[in-house]
Nanobody, 122 residues
Framework: QVQLVESGGGLVQAGGSLRLSCAAS????????IGWFRQAPGKEREFVAY????????AYADSAKGRFTISRDNAKNTMYLQMNNLKPEDTAVYFC???????????????WGQGTQVTVSS
């Protein structure tokens, strides 16, 4: 089991930046892949990015490439999602989640954070 605590969401103007944090705990948390997902009203939950704790395996959705970056602070057991050049279409509830394997599939992630709202104004 992995416990996840998220923070960093908020309201930002188009072109601005936010950094989301996902603090992980649990006996074997470091063996899990951490993924970021988002869900906008009326839409399916969408993959954004994932990373292993060592950073050796990473992946980004096409919508995130060039704008979003995953990083980590292993001393703090925290995974970050730096979001730059935000667009109104990035508005969604963002979730971090843990999976035993590196995958884009939502169903593989068994532990989820509470979600944090990101709103990008025009």
């Amino acid at each position: 089991q992995v416990q996840l605590v998220e923070s960093g969401g908020g309201l930002v103007q188009a072109g601005g930046s936010l950094r989301l944090s996902c603090a992980a705990s649990g006996r074997t948390f470091s063996t899990y892949t951490i993924g970021w997902f988002r869900q906008a009203p009326g839409k399916e939950r969408e993959f954004v990015a994932y990373s292993t704790w060592g950073g050796s395996i990473t992946a980004y959705a096409d919508s995130a490439k060039g704008r979003f970056t995953i990083s980590r602070d292993n001393a703090k057991n925290t995974m970050y999602l730096q979001m730059n050049n935000l667009k109104p279409e990035d508005t969604a509830v963002y979730f971090c989640a843990a999976s035993p394997i590196a995958t884009r599939n939502t169903a593989t992630f068994g532990s989820w954070g509470q979600g944090t709202q990101v709103t990008v104004s025009s």
